[in-house]
């Protein structure tokens, strides 16, 4: 199979996954409690708590014109599906239930939402009164920059150690990097943070970094290297306490891949023939033993873009992506939860197929008919 018709199999199999994946996260969603509609029920009557209070809007209006709930008892809203609703007037339930979509049959909700999705369409925030795609926009560029940035410096420190520790294998260096490394997998990522805090932004010795956001205030008006200078200033911190966190495994894993190509015939033959072992390195088992660094490349990239980045945005003061999907998930709002699981998804399927385009740039013998029936 051909790289061109590889490629196109791929991206027609990202619409069946897509969808399969979408389907699963909202049958779950729809089967959990603390909806919306409960989320919404809980303001009324003054039992909302810190994780709700972006509330406005449309729902807040609704919210304001009953205030009193308890002078609309009826029979029928005693027997609701909504914990917490005893005592509401059912007609305001169901008003709730068409704001928020509920009103519908669960099939013609998912039916609608795949409808919306295909064109981009992610609808509003519930609370925000905001387009999804706007704040997804708005977010992403924190999220890129702690993503691009961590990732690219985890990669350029972790290959050349990975290769070293391989070359010295039980050598004093190998021993002492490998202290480095424990302790980088053990101690995660927003502990590092904290020491960097107490360490260098004032915490309790030096006061040397700011502690929230990615520019400083009047940043536009700044000169062009003094814009470069105050954002590099501005994301040392939270991008150091990524790599610190995050280099352990690719370097772990970057030595093993070398350590086993090392052991192979070709090597062997290799340096028999007297070729030197830069050469060795670089020219025979560099290709190979970086199929699986690269492999992994979309999953570091992912992890540290939406999920690894949450608490370090939140320590920092950085309002990102991570921190956008972790309130709209506690806030049950729906529209933001569901679109950017839709948009990492699809990113997430795109990088995969880019991932397998750097395979064959990294080595042209792979064969597609191979992983096309993986």
Do not use: C
């Not at 909806?35 to 708590?49: D, F, H, N, Y």
């Amino acid at each position: 199979m051909s790289l061109p018709a590889y490629i196109l199999r791929r991206l027609l199999l990202i619409i069946p996954t897509l969808l399969g994946i979408m389907l699963l996260n909202f049958l779950i969603v729809q089967a959990a409690p603390g909806g919306p509609v409960e989320q919404m029920i809980a303001k009324v009557q003054g039992l909302s708590t810190d994780a709700t209070s972006r509330f406005s809007g449309g729902g807040g209006d609704m919210a304001q014109q009953s205030t009193k709930p308890q002078e609309t008892q009826t029979a029928t809203g005693a027997g609701s599906k909504y914990r917490g609703a005893q005592g509401l007037d059912p007609e305001f339930i169901a008003e709730l239930e068409k704001q928020f979509g509920f009103d519908k049959p669960l099939h013609e909700r998912f039916w609608m939402m795949l409808k919306n999705y295909a064109r981009f369409d992610f609808g509003e925030s519930y609370y925000r009164d905001t387009p999804v795609l706007d704040l997804v926009l708005e977010k992403m560029p924190v999220s890129i920059t702690l993503g691009l940035w961590s990732t690219l410096l985890i990669y350029l420190i972790s290959i050349p150690l990975g290769i070293r520790k391989a070359v010295r294998d039980g050598s004093p260096f190998d021993v002492w990097s490998s202290a480095v490394i424990f302790i980088g997998y053990a101690v995660p990522s927003f502990l590092f943070a904290i020491m960097l805090i107490i360490l260098f932004a004032g915490g309790r010795y030096l006061d040397l970094f700011p502690l929230r956001g990615l520019v400083s205030d009047g940043w536009d008006a700044f000169p062009w290297w003094k814009q470069a200078l105050d954002y590099a200033w501005h994301i040392t911190l939270p991008v150091t306490a990524l790599v610190i966190s995050g280099f352990a495994g690719l370097t772990m894993m970057t030595k093993n891949s070398f350590i086993d190509e090392l052991g192979k015939q070709y090597v062997l033959t290799a340096r028999a023939k007297g070729l030197p072992e830069g050469r060795v390195l670089y020219g025979h088992v560099f290709r190979n033993a970086m199929l699986i660094v690269i492999a992994g490349f979309p999953g570091a990239f992912m992890s540290i873009f939406f999920t690894g980045s949450l608490l370090i945005e939140v320590i920092f003061s950085l309002d990102g992506l991570g921190l956008l999907g972790f309130e709209s998930t506690i806030n049950r709002d729906y529209p933001v939860m569901f679109g950017t699981l839709y948009l990492f998804t699809l990113m997430g399927l795109v990088l995969k197929i880019v991932s397998d385009i750097t395979y064959v740039m990294v080595d042209p013998r792979i064969d597609f008919n191979a992983r096309a029936m993986a």
